[in-house]
Nanobody, 122 residues
Framework: VQLQASGGGLVQAGGSLRLSCAAS????????MGWFRQVPGKERRFVAT????????LYADSVKGRFTISRDNAKNTVYLQMSSLKPEDTGVYYC????????????????WGQGTQVTVSS
């Protein structure tokens, strides 16, 4: 499956952004989906994951209550709504697909998008 992330940009602290990830070439509803963040010199860190049907979600503690992951299986798209953004949310955000129900480790994911840059200014 191919993944294309979009929606990143520059935003002030306290602002909001919505990331999208469009999937093609596979049966989207058969994959758990996740979002990860990476900053230079660091490993990709888990942000959020959603189950195949969308009924189950899991978040990193650092984003709970501020970020919401959702998916539209009819549109083959997963979203990450980010609110109350902080400078520490800055990084390249990657969407990924796993054959598991959900996944909170990068090792559990088989397919990755190209990433979209999010920069939060203070």
């Amino acid at each position: 499956v191919q993944l294309q992330a979009s929606g990143g940009g520059l935003v002030q602290a306290g602002g909001s952004l919505r990331l999208s990830c469009a999937a093609s070439g596979g049966t989207f509803s058969s994959y758990g989906m996740g979002w990860f963040r990476q900053v230079p010199g660091k490993e990709r860190r888990f942000v959020a994951t959603i189950s195949r049907s969308g009924g189950g979600t899991l978040y990193a503690d650092s984003v709970k209550g501020r970020f919401t992951i959702s998916r539209d299986n009819a549109k083959n798209t997963v979203y990450l709504q980010m609110s109350s953004l902080k400078p520490e949310d800055t990084g390249v955000y990657y969407c990924a697909a796993t054959g598991r129900l959900v996944g909170s480790s990068a090792r559990e994911y088989n397919y990755w998008g190209q990433g979209t840059q999010v920069t939060v200014s203070s």
